[in-house]
């Protein structure tokens, strides 16, 4: 398995400003992600972060909006930006690869944001 | 696209009862199939997984799952469930390209009552 933290943890944010959430992961891993859960919905794919290349984004979510950074196997950064209300979600970041186990994802803590 | 439907969101049972949470995906290819659960104030975690073979498999804590492909479901169950179980279940699928990009459920809230 593999320890996942996220900082911060939770966090309340003003309209029209950025929050850069971490993922730290304490192994190498294959592949690193980016999930939202907006309050009452299911988890949703934002990206893939890739490590040294830009990151694979999903339909209907773009990188002017939510920038990702990936500068090696074991952390990842996933920015908010130009917050909305509409944005006030958990975000979760999740990994495969993690002690060789390349079926199973593994995922962190998540970070509430939430945005007045 | 794919999707996944979770058809109850919360499920109140007394302790001992059995338990079936019904999950339904749509998804034209093979997939690989999870159950997911969340107790309250922890992580996410794999609670069982299905990627070929028997159909009926066990996961953690007494869980299991079968995989009917006739009609795309992908049933989670438990005989006798226990006051501990009181979390949130979400299945998943993964089509089957490599890729590991999961499609989640809505979830369904169990509460057991001691």
């Known amino acids: 398995s593999a320890v996942i933290s996220q900082k911060p943890s939770r966090d309340i944010c003003q309209r029209g400003t950025s929050l850069t959430i971490q993922c730290q992961v304490d192994?190498?891993?294959?592949?690193m992600f980016w999930y939202r859960q907006q309050p009452g919905q299911s988890l949703t794919l934002i990206a893939t972060?890739?490590?040294?290349?830009?990151?694979?984004?999903e339909s209907g979510f773009v990188i002017d909006k939510f920038p990702i950074s990936r500068p090696n196997l074991t952390f990842s950064t996933l920015t908010v930006s130009n917050m909305s209300p509409e944005d006030s979600s958990i975000y979760l970041c999740?990994?495969?690869?993690?002690?060789?186990?390349?079926?199973?994802?593994?995922f962190g803590p998540g970070t509430r944001l939430t945005v007045l | 696209a794919q999707s996944v439907s979770q058809h109850n969101h919360h499920v109140i049972l007394s302790e001992a009862a059995s338990l079936e949470l019904g999950c339904n995906y749509s998804?034209?290819?093979?997939?690989?199939l999870f159950w997911y659960v969340q107790y309250p104030g922890q992580h996410l975690q794999l609670l069982l997984k299905?990627?070929?073979?028997?159909?009926l498999v066990k996961g953690i804590k007494g869980f299991e799952a079968e995989f009917i492909k006739s009609k795309f479901s992908f049933n989670l169950r438990k005989p006798s469930v226990q006051w501990s179980d009181t979390a949130e279940y979400f299945c998943?699928?993964?089509?089957?390209?490599?890729?590991?990009?999961?499609?989640f459920g809505t979830g369904t809230r169990l509460l057991v009552s001691p």
């Open positions: 192994s190498q891993v294959t592949m």
């Open positions: 998804y034209g290819g093979t997939v690989n």
């Open positions: 999740s990994v495969v690869g993690a002690g060789g186990s390349y079926n199973e994802q593994f």
């Open positions: 998943a699928v993964e089509g089957n390209t490599g890729f590991q990009k999961l499609v």
């Open positions: 972060a890739n490590q040294g290349s830009e990151a694979t984004y």
């Open positions: 299905y990627f070929s073979g028997d159909p």
